[in-house]
């Protein structure tokens, strides 16, 4: 259905990286319990933090409050769609929906 690869999650980052304070990781060195090793964009902004990674040849956009109880996510189909949301996201839109973390 998608067909991304991790070199995208780098060509947003390169896109965006000198107009936003913008963060390339991987998830392993975020110890967030990803079982897998992806590059991944953090931002953070207006009490909110953005993740931007690939899993399984689709794109995922986590968008959490700064504790980490509620958030929500979407998978976005190509760059551009990244790129735009994460302008969106750094330049003030704070009204996503949503939906307090499950642990188990």
């Given at each position: 259905?998608?067909?991304?690869?991790?070199?995208?999650?780098?060509?947003?980052?390169?896109?965006?990286?000198?107009?936003y304070?913008?963060?390339?990781?991987?998830?392993?060195?975020?110890?967030?319990?990803?079982?897998?090793?992806?590059?991944?964009?953090?931002?953070?902004?207006?009490?909110?933090i953005?993740?931007?990674?690939?899993?399984?040849?689709?794109?995922?956009?986590?968008?959490?409050?700064?504790?980490?109880?509620?958030?929500?996510?979407?998978?976005?189909y190509?760059?551009?769609?990244?790129?735009?949301?994460?302008?969106?996201?750094?330049?003030?839109?704070?009204?996503?929906k949503?939906?307090?973390?499950?642990?188990?």
């Amino acid at each position: 259905m998608f067909d991304n690869s991790v070199t995208d999650i780098k060509n947003v980052y390169e896109q965006l990286k000198d107009k936003y304070e913008l963060l390339l990781t991987t998830t392993s060195a975020l110890d967030e319990g990803f079982t897998v090793d992806y590059p991944i964009i953090v931002a953070k902004a207006h009490g909110q933090i953005l993740e931007l990674y690939e899993d399984g040849g689709m794109f995922v956009m986590d968008v959490m409050d700064a504790e980490q109880t509620m958030g929500t996510h979407w998978h976005p189909y190509e760059v551009e769609h990244e790129v735009k949301d994460i302008v969106e996201f750094m330049e003030g839109k704070s009204d996503y929906k949503m939906h307090p973390f499950k642990y188990l």
